[in-house]
């Protein structure tokens, strides 16, 4: 006999190569887990097979296996740690190098001088605060909504949350209940698990005593019990969610840009800070006369002003507050965020792909129709004692919405449904007069059940049903053909003299929301595809239930092109497919994203993980696998699909606000950095204090940048974030440089000689500040816009800020402020006109290129 060939797998990439650190220590714990799960289970007390099955495991035994750590609980990494989240907003480049600034100017400065440590200090608290809310948030959810099962333990039936399952357990499997870990089985009466979670095999497996039934698999007919076998980490669905979890990090826009910038500027960084530190110690008469005199402190000061002002300390935070905040918003409404940057991530999509069963479908059947065809008493009864049996599979429970009168006699034998017989029967007894239930009923595939008789009538009726992608079974009925005490078993039935009573016509249950979430990323020009494993007239069907125009009967996958480009090309003309394989899932993602579309998937099974992994955003039902929503980026936890568009609306949000944050910083940074090199060159004195640049910081940039990332904003996703942000940054930052330079060139030309040397100075540092917040505020004005109540009144409050700080002496005295006055006050004004012009004018420019945006 000729075995079939076994698959050979592909040479095993070294997956440590170019991985974070965090995910090898990761993996490599996991192996040392299992080698010690292995070790310790060799070790335990022998357990008697017969009292096992019985009565479970004893509390002491219990104990043992938890000592032990012979337990189901798995690592659960769905949000950073606390120390993670205090290492990633304090010990950062930026903070390092504004920390070493401030203790330079504690030590050799004015403590006043030291303002923007305080700012330092609460950027760092509010970013540990915020993103430790919202692990939190997001911890508790995910808690309670972990799943659980049921148990014997001490001779008694107990259910108990999936972590806490242990070694040699004795669980009790019913229909509709998810295996929790890997297990034998010891007992089974028409016992069918389904592992198309793992395998994608769609047909059900009919298990015995002694078979393995695998974690992540679910029982969908019949019953029975198993010996847990494998827990936690060496079991079967946690090393598929190990593999899939590798390289797991999403594709984030914002996140990727921002991080290219903190490279350029960090890179910047160094020539740029020695170049000012010898620029302001020369200024200072050279580095011997500064440092015989003490000039050098002042420098010192004046380098310290300059490096604060290129760093942008606050984008980082403000990105993620953004991004926090949006996930919390998202969890109350029942979505978990995994990762924080995803929020962004499904606004940026412009091509979904959706799996049909369980995502827009509800995983289970309706009652679609009844024809009937002969009028025998109790046949109503009959199909309500079907739907309402323990362990009725999907299509029989479907019957219990409608048919509600259950009969009180009780059955003399039953034949459970398996996928191999593709029936199930029940006998009642009794005498055959009008009012009795008497006979043999058949529920069952019309052509297996009539198979043995003449009845066009009702085959034709269910080839018509399963024409239109629906699921039809018959009722059939046989009078009383034994006497009470020799009731029919699975192995003598017979389906002789089968007379048909009823044609039930099943559909799977759409989704309510479904139509009109698809019909809303329509309207968002985003191209849409179903996909499944299912028959395609099945998935046409349902295709057509939530809204879809398209010709023919639905695509079979079996006809697919294995080259992705081929593959491509048959996806650009076709949206619904079935009979999809698992790695067909995957290929369908990277063909579409090999024509550069931007890729969500949806899913439920274990089989959907590493498709959900390669897509650009995975997006897990609630009720779906462990090991699926573990990789998810998204999980839906009530299975709504209309929370879909709250994901795309914060989405927008958060992309569109950050997008204003970052001119805001970058526009100052740009600044910053040219009024850095030109001085340096020049060897003149910084013309900022480190106190004056704080209030120039806060007023333009760090208050508003705060409330305006968390805003509402509608726009739509627009790509090139980091593009349109430089565009508008450098542009702007060079005008405010050159209005800088303008000004403080004017005071070094013609110094007020009728006033002392210092005052020269601060007169000279007021106006450059003056000019900076001016043109500063106008462009906060510009990327304000559209003005409406909220925007208009931050916009009012910073301008009347300012204001104050000019006004009341005791801010002037703070920030070392002196009103200029004569000509160069006239210079002043006259060039923050012109800069606030020329802002203007850039903005309108860019607006007209598309660069910028007030549509929202």
Known sequence: MNQPAAKVRPPRRDLTRNKPKGTVLAERRDEHRRAAMA?????????????????????????????AELSNAVAHESSRSIWAIVRANVFTLFNTVLGSCLVLVLLVGDPRDALFGFIVLANAAIG??????????????????????????GGAELEIAVAEVVQDDVLLLRTGDQIPA?????AAEALEIDESLLTGESDPVTKAPGDLALSGSAVVAGYGTARVHRVG???????????ARRFSLVNSEIRNSINRIILYIAWALIPIIVLVINGQMSAHGGWSAAISSGDWRVAVVSAVASIVAMIPEGLVLLTSISFGLAAVTLARQQVLVQELPAVEGLARVDMVCLDK???????????????LFDTVPGWEQVLAWQGTHPNANATAAALAATYTDVPHELPVAEVHFSSARKFSAVTFGGPPDAGSLAGDWVLGAPEVVLAGGNHPEALNASDEAAGRGLRAVVLAHRGPQRQVGHPPSADDFSLAGLTPVALLVFREKVRPDAAQTLAYFREQGVLLKIISGDNPRTVAAVARDVGFEFDGDGYDARELPDELEAMADVLERESVLGRVTPEQKKSIVLALQSRDHVVAMTGDGVNDALALKHADIGIAMGSGAAATKAVSRLVLLDGQFSHLPSVVAEGRRVIANVERVANLFLTKTTYAIIISIVIGILMWRYPFLPRQLSIVSSMTIGIPAFFLALLPNARRYQPG???????????????????????????????????GEEHVIREAQTAVTMTVLLVAMWVLGTLARPFDRWRALLVAAMVLGLVLVMAVPFARSFFALDIPSGGLLTATMAVTATGCIAIELLYRFLKKRGAVSERE
């Open 39 to 67: 070790d310790a289970r060799e070790k335990l007390a022998p357990v008697d097979a017969a009292v096992l099955e019985q009565d479970g495991l004893s509390a002491a035994q219990i104990h043992e296996r938890r000592t």
């Open 128 to 153: 540990v605060v915020q993103e430790y809310r919202a692990k939190r948030t997001l911890d508790r959810l995910a808690v309670l909504h972990a799943p659980r099962a049921r148990v014997r333990r």
């Open 182 to 186: 890997d297990a034998k089985v010891l």
């Open 233 to 243: 980490a060496e079991s079967y669905a946690s090393a598929l969610t190990a593999e």
């Open 357 to 371: 069963t369980g995502t827009l479908t509800e995983g289970r059947m309706e009652l679609a129709g009844t024809s």
């Open 721 to 755: 974030f980091l593009r349109r942000t430089l565009m508008f940054a450098i542009p702007s930052g060079t005008i405010i440089a050159a209005c800088i330079m303008a000004v403080y060139s004017y005071a070094q030309a013609f110094p007020n000689t009728s006033l």
